[in-house]
């Protein structure tokens, strides 16, 4: 049995954690609307666009997507995943742009959540989809020289750890799109067996805020700063000491994740008073807002 001591900590606890949540609900960016929902009916081999983003629904089978000449490319995209590991894929096939151009993507739109056949499924906002990005043919040697822009495409051929066309296999549709810097995790979007597209009006949010611990203040030189997230596993967060406002192209602080490799995200050392300036960004929400923390070193 709990004593009374236990029972009223349990009470304090849980009293805590209704303030936070209502507090949450409270700030700006964590008003966010969660476009969840089960996945979509699809018929197997098809494509399938679909939601109260685009004005007619469109399913397409192989070859008529194939027949589409206009829209079709070949290209080669650099890819880093959540380990992090960089690598090379080619491939063939046709532009998302000109399928959701078909099915009349109305100016509303605000998301595109991609269906795999089993049931995986990946967000992205409109301007994610539709922002200028990247192929770096020398990701690997951590060079932004070369650099190719790239459109998003559905892929019928493609080849991994390659960067001839001519190698390129037959396989279920597959994402491909750019990247936006060498830092820019965008693997986990690039989902395979894709059978529908679903488009939507509901606006997907952003991302919460960057915290840091300790906050900001007067501090002694050697202190370390912990950067902070409500979902660390789901965002990257890209700060600078600078006084620039960060981006992709910033010092990426957690390059891996929780439960790949941890030891990677590193304290920031504190030796001279400066502000670090934080964002977190990730797939399927807009970017959090700009965190500033201004240290003082006594």
Same mark, same amino acid.
């Given at each position: ?19 936070? /949540? #209502? ?13 969840? #929902? ?20 469109? %399913? ?30 080619? #491939? ?11 099915? #009349? ?8 959540? +991609? ?30 020289? /070369? ?6 495409i559905l892929a019928w051929e493609y080849g991994e750890g390659i960067d001839d066309l001519s190698q390129t296999r037959p396989g279920p549709l597959c994402l491909l799109l750019g990247q936006k810097g060498l830092k820019n995790t ?30 900001? /203040?007067? +501090? ?24 620039? +406002?960060?981006?992709?192209?910033? %010092? ?26 934080? %964002?977190?960004? /990730? ?6 807002? +700009? ?8």
């Amino acid at each position: 049995m709990d004593s009374i001591k236990d029972r009223l900590r349990k009470i304090e606890i849980l009293v805590t954690l209704l303030l936070l /949540g #209502g507090l949450m609900v409270f700030c700006g960016c964590s008003q966010e609307k969660h476009l969840k #929902g089960v996945q979509p009916e699809f018929t197997p081999g098809h494509l399938t666009i679909m939601g109260n983003g685009v004005e007619v629904e469109k %399913i397409f089978s192989l070859e008529e997507l194939k027949n589409k000449k206009e829209a079709q490319r070949s290209e080669a995209y650099s890819m880093l995943n959540d380990w992090p590991s960089p690598r090379i894929i080619v #491939g063939k096939g046709i532009t998302v742009s000109a399928l959701l151009e078909e099915a #009349g993507i109305k100016p509303e739109a605000k998301a595109i959540k +991609v269906w795999a056949a089993d049931g995986y499924n990946t967000t992205l906002t409109r301007e994610q989809l539709f922002e200028k990005r990247y192929y770096y043919p020398a990701l690997l040697e951590g060079s932004e020289e /070369g650099a190719k822009e790239v459109t998003a495409i559905l892929a019928w051929e493609y080849g991994e750890g390659i960067d001839d066309l001519s190698q390129t296999r037959p396989g279920p549709l597959c994402l491909l799109l750019g990247q936006k810097g060498l830092k820019n995790t965008i693997a986990p979007a690039c989902v395979k067996d894709v059978v529908t597209l679903e488009v939507v009006k509901e606006a997907p949010g952003c991302w919460d805020e960057v915290h840091a611990d300790p906050s900001a /203040g007067q +501090v002694e030189a050697g202190t370390e700063v912990f950067l902070l997230h409500s979902q660390p596993d789901k965002v990257k967060i890209y700060y600078t000491i600078d006084g620039s +406002v960060p981006d992709e192209r910033s %010092i990426l602080y957690n390059p891996s994740t929780s439960y790949f490799q941890p030891e990677l995200t590193k304290a920031i050392i504190i030796n001279e008073s400066l502000i670090i300036k934080t %964002i977190a960004i /990730g797939l399927g929400k807009e970017n959090s807002q +700009v965190s500033s923390f201004a240290y003082q070193v006594e």
